[in-house]
């Protein structure tokens, strides 16, 4: 079991830059698929990147395709989400997920409270 917690969300002028962290408690963190998924005012909460566990296969939504980069240190339990070029419509609350099963697509198992980013055009 994992419990993540996320940090580093802010405010940042379009074209900025912002790194997220989500550090996870628990022993088995290297076991567990990590993601990421954000939700904006009056959407759905959405897929946005995620992460093997010895980071070797990443996935990211079109909408942030090179843009945004995801990366774990299993030897701290985090999971990090490099953003750059940052547009106003990625606004949102920012989750981190825990996960297991086929790595094309993971079943979500622990959340995170979620840290804002907000974008200002």
């Known amino acids: 079991q994992v419990q993540p917690v996320e940090s580093g969300g802010g405010l940042v002028q379009a074209g900025g830059s912002l790194k997220l962290s989500c550090a996870a408690s628990?022993?088995?963190?290297?076991?567990?698929?990590m993601g990421w998924f954000r939700q904006a005012p009056g959407k759905e909460r959405e897929f946005v990147a995620h992460?093997?566990?010895?980071?070797?296969?990443?996935y990211y939504a079109d909408s942030v395709k090179g843009r945004f980069t995801i990366s774990r240190d299993n030897r701290k339990n985090t999971v990090y989400l490099q953003m750059n070029s940052l547009k106003p419509e990625d606004t949102a609350v920012y989750y981190c997920?825990?996960?297991?099963?086929?790595?094309?697509?993971?079943?979500?198992?622990?959340w995170g409270q979620g840290t804002q980013v907000t974008v200002s055009s």
């Open positions: 997920a825990a996960g297991h099963g086929d790595i094309a697509s993971p079943v979500w198992d622990y």
């Open positions: 628990g022993r088995s963190f290297s076991l567990y698929i």
């Open positions: 992460i093997s566990w010895n980071g070797g296969s990443k």
